[in-house]
């Protein structure tokens, strides 16, 4: 293989996320809210902080209420930035 068409090897690092999809009403889209914890300034408590990113589902795969896993990518519309890697767990 020529030089750079390696794959991921060769690109930059891709950041990944874990979150809930929590909606899938779209075609090839779904919703996925990723909540992590941060401490709060003064007190220290921990205080949940939570953001939802649209996400490319090629296979319309992921339904509501699984946890799946998202990778950064080019701009894909206005509000796609995100694909989808894997379903980590099916929805009960």
Do not use: C
Request: glycine fraction near 6%.
């Amino acid at each position: 293989m020529a030089e750079g068409t390696q794959g991921s090897e060769s690109r930059a690092s891709r950041t990944v996320r874990v979150g809930e999809v929590v909606s899938d009403k779209m075609d090839k889209t779904v919703v996925v809210k990723v909540t992590r914890k941060v401490p709060h300034p003064r007190y220290g408590r921990f205080i949940q902080k939570s953001i939802k990113l649209h996400a490319h589902d090629e296979e319309n795969t992921a339904r509501e209420g699984d946890v799946v896993r998202v990778m950064s990518t080019r701009p894909l519309s206005k509000s796609k930035r995100w694909r989808l890697v894997e379903v980590v767990e099916r929805a009960k």
